[in-house]
């Protein structure tokens, strides 16, 4: 497992708690020199008919039971062979017993994930161009890294449709004639923090969509160990796309809309009730869902 044992500014409890891991036998790896270790990632290992198992779990967000109960987060717990493939030689960088390798599946940070970024935005400006659908929909914390906030901008000068949930701190300007006028931003703050960071590409009909631990933010781009990694199953892309992302794109409620001059205004419904993305998740959706063993588990925070 790689989780972070205290919040930055923590050292002294950080080495009190390693102390007490290796005493009751774990290995406690003190990271990367001049990298933050951001990601989340467990690997378990078992012996099935005669032969070794991996199944992993990635997280958009923090192993706590505190943050657990206040933040929106996504999990996926998974047996896919090439995604535990992928998580396997994570590890094996990180402990240092493995030299760099190029991954199938992860989006790994500081090494590519951000040139992966950029490639994604400009595959959908580029079908936009050539007159098929082109979408984008991105929820995040933060979004201030000027690479991929000029991608955006070239994509939507393409036609791409882009969608942006980003809670916090936005350098991009949206509905900028010329420039940005395919661009939506909200902000959805309320009684839950948004935290989780998801990531859909229309991409020709095959709908790429990523979770991360990463914001679009230089830090985490490139001075964080941060993973992206996919959802490959159908059934839980669409499941992330219901609860994840459209609720979010009709709150009526608890949203924030940036306007071009980097203002907000509140988005209110009219003689009616209004949508709220997390009284959704409170009172109509389900917890989990099951798949195979060869696609994962989605898990929410509850």
């Not at 916090?168 to 006028?181: H, N, Q, T």
């Not at 948004?194 to 095959?206: L, Q, T, V």
């Not at 781009?221 to 669409?238: M, T």
Request: aromatic content about 8%; charged content about 25%; glycine content about 8%.
């Amino acid at each position: 497992m790689v989780v972070e044992l205290m919040a930055r500014f923590d050292e002294e409890a950080n080495l009190n708690w390693a102390t007490r891991l290796e005493e009751v036998g774990a290995h406690v790896v003190y990271g990367v020199v001049g990298y933050k270790t951001h990601a989340k990632m467990l690997m378990l290992v078992r012996r099935e008919q005669g032969r070794l198992r991996r199944y992993v779990h990635l997280s958009t967000g923090n192993y706590h039971p505190r943050t657990a109960r206040l933040y929106t987060d996504w999990g996926m717990f998974t047996a896919h062979e090439g995604i535990c493939t992928d998580v396997n030689e994570v590890f094996r960088q990180l402990t240092g017993f493995g030299s760099t390798k190029p991954l199938r599946h992860l989006w790994l940070s500081p090494f590519y994930m951000h040139q992966r970024l950029i490639d994604a935005i400009g595959h959908e400006a580029q079908l936009a161009r050539g007159g098929k659908r082109a979408q984008i929909i991105a929820k995040m914390n933060a979004l201030v890294e000027p690479g991929v906030i000029a991608a955006l901008y070239a994509a939507s000068a393409a036609g791409v449709r882009i969608e942006l949930i980003v809670r916090g701190v936005c350098a991009l300007r949206p509905g900028v004639k010329g420039l940005s006028e395919n661009i939506r931003v909200i902000s959805v703050v309320g009684r839950f923090l948004e935290h989780s960071r998801i990531w859909y590409f229309h991409d020709d009909g095959a709908q790429s969509l990523y979770l991360s631990s990463a914001d679009w933010m230089d830090r985490n781009l490139f001075r964080r160990v941060e993973i992206g990694f996919p959802v490959l199953d159908s059934k839980l892309k669409a499941r992330v796309l219901k609860e994840g992302l459209r609720p979010y794109l009709t709150d009526d409620s608890q949203a924030w809309l940036m306007s071009a001059d980097g203002s907000y205004h509140r988005r209110s419904s009219r003689n009616k009730p209004g949508k709220s993305a997390q009284q959704l998740l409170l009172t109509t959706l389900s917890t989990s869902t099951t798949s195979s063993p060869a696609t994962g588990k989605l898990r929410k925070a509850k």
